[in-house]
């Protein structure tokens, strides 16, 4: 099967880790030859429930028996996207009411950039340096990292960037500006929190010059930082909101959430102003509406906080220089990028899944399931300071 996954399926990199699975269950994924390895990457964020959680799976079930695709998106009434919107936009603040169902995050950041655009009636967009938000080409646009973008130039005008955390950049903003984009953590960066009342700075310049906040919550959102979405921790709403990744438990999914008045722009001139085959699709959307129940009715928001006080407790050498991030979006940060680099690598030995950070080197990843237990999380602290410890 290796060979033909080299051989048929287009890679990404010359060298991906190749681990051939068999299945995959809660906080574990089991390898061909029947090797069970711990998962501390969740799909990079994605299986916010873990692997196969069984309420996901019977949502998938059930609406498979049912029916499957039947139309292009916002032609038909389907129950699933229905109830999903619905229940979704009880926990979003009252501007937040009105959801347009994509395929990915991706997707997403490319229909609140027509959507923004749409609606001001301008066409400057305003980013930050090392802003990860997608591989399409608005999405790749707006990524603030040249190195990822100077291969497919020329990409779509009229973007400006912003340097995260800094106040006197917001200066940047002016009346020509649509949007400001800003993942609510930064992700690819190194999970960058915003301090000093960044956003809410954020917030009261676009107020003042009439461009819209557009916040990504693609990776950050559904219960990840220890809130449902990470923009409740810092008191602000955006205009915009873009989510995705843990949104269906590990399904292709994504979102731009706006208010009814702003979203109604897309449908008339031009008519059909965004459009989708497979957005809203029921499965997709039984497992979505799935998996927010589950997180919003269950405990597991309070014990994101708890679990990650028990990683920052056990997460202590001297190899570590900080333990960046909040909740379950934590990133291990270290002096050279050879420890990175073996860390990842003798884990996998080890089957212990870690992962890198796009643009931040020095950087290992754990974002693991939100139904990780506390003895996973042990196992797991445990082997890697072992593997610290034995780094030469």
């Given at each position: ?6 051989k ?22 089991y ?26 799976v ?20 389907q ?26 995050g ?14 001001t ?118 205009d ?49 509406l ?52 073996y ?50």
């Amino acid at each position: 099967m290796k060979d033909d996954f080299f051989k048929y399926q287009a890679q990404t990199t010359p060298h991906p880790l190749a681990l051939e699975i068999a299945h995959a269950k809660g906080s574990y994924i089991y390898d061909t030859e029947g090797n069970a390895h711990l998962d501390f990457v969740a799909g990079v964020s994605a299986c916010c429930l873990g692997h196969c959680h069984p309420k996901i799976v019977q949502a998938i079930k059930s609406q498979t028996d049912k029916y499957m695709h039947v139309m292009v998106y916002g032609e038909y009434v389907q129950e699933p996207a229905v109830a999903y919107t619905k229940l979704l936009a009880s926990h979003l603040p009252k501007n937040l009411e009105t959801t347009y169902l994509v395929n990915s995050g991706t997707e997403a950041i490319e229909g609140a950039l027509k959507l923004a655009r749409r609606y001001t009636g301008r066409s400057e967009l305003i980013a930050a340096n090392n802003a990860y938000h997608g591989n399409t080409m608005g999405s790749l646009s707006v990524t603030g990292y040249e190195a990822r973008k100077s291969a497919f130039r020329p990409l779509i005008p009229n973007v400006r960037f912003i340097q995260f955390n800094s106040l006197s950049d917001l200066e940047k903003i002016t009346k020509k500006t649509a949007a400001v984009l800003l993942e609510t953590i930064q992700g690819g960066a190194g999970f960058i929190l915003p301090k000093n009342d960044y956003l809410k700075e954020v917030r009261q310049r676009c107020n003042e010059m009439g461009a819209l906040l557009i916040l990504d919550e693609i990776q950050p959102g559904f219960g990840r930082t220890g809130k449902l979405f990470a923009f409740e921790h810092f008191d602000i709403t955006p205009d915009i909101l873009v989510v995705g990744k843990g949104m269906a438990s590990g399904l292709p999914v994504g979102a731009f959430i706006a208010s009814h008045k702003m979203m109604a722009t897309l449908q008339e001139h031009p008519k059909l102003g965004h459009i989708t085959t497979f957005g809203g699709n029921p499965v997709i959307a039984a497992a979505s509406l799935a998996t927010l129940k589950e997180v919003t009715e269950s405990q597991l928001i309070t014990y994101t906080l708890e679990k990650e006080q028990l990683f920052r407790s056990l997460l202590v050498h001297p190899l570590i220089k900080e333990v960046r991030g909040k909740g379950l979006m934590l990133a291990l940060l270290f002096e050279k990028i050879e420890i990175v680099n073996y860390l990842v690598l003798e884990a996998a030995k080890k089957r212990l899944i870690l992962f890198w950070l796009l643009f931040e080197p020095k950087a290992v990843r754990i974002s693991p399931p939100l139904t990780i237990s506390e003895e996973e999380i042990k196992i797991g602290c445990l082997q890697i300071v072992d593997l610290l410890n034995a780094y030469q």
